[in-house]
């Protein structure tokens, strides 16, 4: 199991200079990528998004490549040379139209935008995907063993509280138990104070118990809580994206205990239901993080 959590870098030196490339995610309903490229490298991109979609189904993904060139390949500055040419003509003929006298220099031309423009040299895309790709590739290993640590750990976390609503259930079907014999001895009791007689005719009242456990009856109600409970646990032993399937088995033990304690109104039962939904609500928690 993996959560949705994770982070990797990787940094690779190369010719063109140093890539660094991390890769960090959070929780999501679904799988959201954004990917961050510098400008020269954007064509790139696509395959960068086939790179991280082949290995992560769900979250927010976001993907960081920085490029820093080497110091001794700076940018050579070049002279726009037709530019100047054409600032010099139109300066000549405003100098005639507007009478000024004075030279035009090279120092009045460099100051005017588009004259001196740096050479920057388009890197070789073929060779830098490549080299993307390698960094990618080490940054996701080690994005993706965070996130497999970290679901190792909500899965252990998972089993400890599947155990105390195991408990739990145990618990109510126990107390639901005695609570038909309670109300049967009682509803005896009664019975027989108000007719301050032995009572004879016991037809109405195994009748009246009877309704009662009907009505309490939470038998079913367990059942399928113990076999969503083991589905559950099997679907932890599962890998890929497993998050959603939890997500629906929760729905369907919350739909139980719900039933559980509309059905059962004393209070010691009542409090024990209350607990249970307290420990689905935990687990439900922690499954909004994994993937």
Do not use: W
């Not at 790139?44 to 976001?62: H, L, M």
């Not at 390698?134 to 996701?140: E, F, R, V």
């Not at 024990?272 to 420990?279: D, G, M, P, T, Y």
């Amino acid at each position: 199991m993996n959560s949705m959590t994770g982070f990797g870098r990787a940094e690779l030196d190369s010719k063109f200079g140093r890539f660094t490339i991390e890769v960090s995610s959070v929780n999501n309903r679904f799988r959201e990528l954004t990917v961050r490229l510098p400008r020269p490298l954007s064509a790139i991109e696509p395959k960068v998004r086939e790179q991280v979609n082949a290995v992560v189904q769900r979250g927010k993904v976001t993907v960081f490549v920085n490029l820093i060139k080497p110091e001794e390949s700076p940018d050579v500055p070049t002279i726009n040379k037709a530019a100047a040419r054409s600032y010099f003509k139109q300066l000549r003929e405003l100098q005639k139209e507007l009478k000024i006298n004075g030279d035009i220099t090279i120092a009045d031309l460099l100051v005017l935008p588009d004259i001196a423009t740096p050479a920057r040299e388009e890197p070789d895309l073929e060779r830098c995907q490549d080299l993307v790709s390698k960094g990618l590739a080490k940054a996701l290993k080690g994005f993706l063993a965070m996130r497999s640590k970290e679901g190792s750990a909500m899965a252990t976390d998972m089993r400890k509280s599947l155990k105390i609503v195991t408990d739990l259930v145990k618990r109510v079907e126990k107390k639901t138990a005695d609570s038909v014999k309670h109300y049967a001895d009682k509803l005896e009791t009664r019975i027989e104070e108000l007719m301050a007689a032995p009572l004879r005719d016991s037809v109405r009242l195994e009748e009246e118990i009877a309704i009662f456990a009907e009505r309490t009856d939470i038998n079913e109600e367990c059942i399928r809580f113990r076999s969503h409970v083991v589905q559950f646990r099997e679907t932890l032993k599962e890998r890929g994206a497993i998050g959603r399937r939890l997500n629906f088995l929760l729905q369907e033990m919350n739909r139980e205990a719900n039933t559980i304690g509309s059905k059962c109104s004393d209070f010691d039962i009542s409090s024990v239901a209350i607990a249970l939904k307290e420990e689905i609500e935990k687990l439900r928690e922690q499954v909004q993080n994994v993937e």
